[in-house]
């Protein structure tokens, strides 16, 4: 049987359906092609199971659950994203999640990495600047039974200084800068992953690591496109 087909102009292909499978399989896939630059053939068996624990169709609005297993980012209102898959899993990969381990993220979204993080540690704390997506997440979290995350709205530029510091630091959206108040709020050992660059075009996946002694290095690891950190207190409602 002939694998190609050819439509008409006009005509869509029929769409295949993704599942949780498929996701993970691209994820592995992209890892491969990608590991010259994140230095890794493979992802920690643990995260990826988590990746297979946590039903990102759930973390979708209802018209893009046919799209959810999609290793892609997907609109989640308010102007904002879903991360793609295999950017999920990886920065969670960069800060290697402990069972012990207590993790501060910037930018709760739809709550998709953070449910991935609460399986990974002991407790994950969230903050998310649009009030609106922080209250469908806690609502999520709660139907779905994760329990170990505990959320803020307001402005994640200045970090969670309440139960800091925290053993790692994830930034789900992109800033023209390190803001100094998470680097404060990284306990020495601690790793942090953030996006890097200017808003709304590329930036740098970055890695921050704080030794024992408090010094902090820094090593860019890949090409990413997030959506901004917002610098002020409210955004828009849309
Ligand atoms: N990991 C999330 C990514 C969501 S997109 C997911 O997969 O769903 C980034 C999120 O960061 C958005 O929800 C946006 O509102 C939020 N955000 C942007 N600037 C912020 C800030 N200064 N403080 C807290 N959250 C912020």
Redo the contacts with the bound molecule.
């Keep these: 049987m002939s694998r190609c087909a050819i439509f008409p102009p006009g005509r869509k292909a029929p769409e295949v359906k993704k599942n949780l499978q498929d996701m993970l399989d691209d994820i592995e896939r992209e890892v491969q092609y990608t590991r010259s630059l994140i230095g890794k053939d493979a992802l920690d068996a643990r995260v990826m199971e988590a990746m297979r624990k946590v039903p990102r169709d759930e ?1 979708v609005p209802p018209n893009m659950k046919s799209a959810a297993f999609e290793n892609g980012p997907l609109p ?1 209102g ?1 102007g ?4 793609q898959p295999y950017i ?1 899993a990886l920065m969670i990969d960069m800060v290697a999640p402990e069972p012990e381990h207590r993790i501060l ?10 449910a991935i993080l609460s399986q990974l540690c002991s407790k994950v704390y969230s ?4 009030a609106e ?1 922080s209250i469908a997440a806690a609502d999520l979290f709660k139907r779905l039974g994760y329990q170990n995350i505990e959320m803020r709205i ?4 200045h970090g969670w200084l309440e139960h800091a510091p925290y053993d790692g630091i994830i930034v ?2 992109a800033a023209t800068h390190i803001p100094e108040a998470l680097v404060e709020q990284l306990k020495p050992g601690g790793r942090m992953a953030i996006p890097v660059g200017l808003p709304y075009s590329y930036q740098e996946l970055m890695l921050v690591r704080k030794d024992e002694q408090g010094k902090t290095v820094t090593e860019s690891v890949l090409g990413v496109a ?6 002020k207190e409210s ?1 828009s409602q849309q």
Excluded at 105 to 114: A, F, K, M, P, V
Excluded at 127 to 130: L, Q, S
Excluded at 154 to 157: A, I, K, M, S
């Design positions: 973390f989640i308010h904002q994203t879903i991360s999920v993220e910037i930018g709760t979204g739809s709550g998709y990495q953070t903050v998310e600047i649009v997506l307001g402005n994640g530029y789900t959206a997030f959506v901004p950190l917002v610098d955004v």
